[in-house]
């Protein structure tokens, strides 16, 4: 299994996931096709499937062009709202396969209604599950169509309960401004300093600071984090749900500094 980060519009990524065995590969969130075919093109690979987390325009925006392209594309999602119409429609628990590598569908909503994430596994690699804007490097998506019980059963029910291992795509990159923001909830967590530092060098140098790992977000995300007392304190709450809502409030109203 490869992952293959494709940049796009500000700070969005799109990913194509290839079967090493077969060269067949799925794109996740191509919202630029042109951008899509030529890596497909550049890395000598088969396209056959689309996976859409949400149905966001700068996540689902480009299937209709995409989809006029290659007709013979299979487009997969978990909200009738994505394009094209003949989106094959995902529930949790469903199952993909592109090539040889195995894909579960997570339904986690919340930052929209039809959120689904992909968990991919082979034998001979780590792990991989694209999180769109539900699981960010040290944060979370915003809580647009849903509740905090919503997030908190998404990040701590669902993803915090895969392989420790697995390697976390998202939909954007966020991270340096995301860490800044769990260092003001916990001053004193090491692993929140030194991965900042490591990210700030990333993209000084222009690269991407995804992907990140469970084990990791563990460590630095405080939206995984929520049943540590530091967070707790920070928002004065001790219930794990109420701290999710509370972080996600504090951080929808805070302003890096530059």
């Not at 529930?91 to 930052?111: A, K, M, Q, W, Y």
């Not at 530092?197 to 469970?214: D, F, V, W």
Request: charged residues 25%; hydrophobic residues 35%; contains cysteine.
């Amino acid at each position: 299994m490869k992952v293959k980060l494709l940049p796009a519009l500000d700070d969005n990524y799109m990913y194509l996931l290839i079967d090493d065995k077969t060269s067949e590969c799925a794109a996740v969130d191509p919202v630029d096709p042109d951008s899509v075919l030529a890596a497909v093109s550049e890395y000598g690979v088969k396209l056959t499937s689309v996976l859409t987390t949400h149905h966001h325009w700068d996540h689902a925006g480009g299937n209709e062009k995409l989809a006029s392209m290659r007709p013979d594309l299979v487009f997969y999602g978990g909200d009738d709202r994505i394009k094209p119409p003949s989106l094959r429609k995902v529930v949790h628990g469903d199952r993909i396969t592109v090539g040889s590598l195995n894909i579960e569908c997570l339904f986690t909503p919340c930052h929209t209604s039809g959120h689904i994430c992909y968990y991919v596994t082979d034998p001979d690699n780590d792990p991989a599950v694209f999180t769109g804007d539900t699981l960010f490097s040290a944060a979370c998506g915003k809580f647009f169509e849903g509740t905090k019980e919503q997030m908190y059963h998404a990040l701590v029910e669902v993803l915090q309960k895969l392989p420790g291992n697995t390697r976390v795509y998202c939909g954007h990159e966020y991270t340096v401004t995301s860490l800044k923001f769990a260092q003001l909830v916990e001053p004193d967590n090491r692993d929140i300093a030194d991965k900042l530092i490591k990210c700030q060098e990333l993209r000084a140098a222009g690269q991407a600071t995804i992907p990140s790992t469970i084990d990791e977000e563990m460590k630095i995300n405080p939206f995984m984090r929520v049943k540590v007392k530091a967070v707790q304190d920070h928002v004065k709450k001790s219930d794990p749900v109420e701290t999710m809502g509370a972080l996600r409030t504090e951080k929808d109203n805070w302003k890096p500094k530059l």
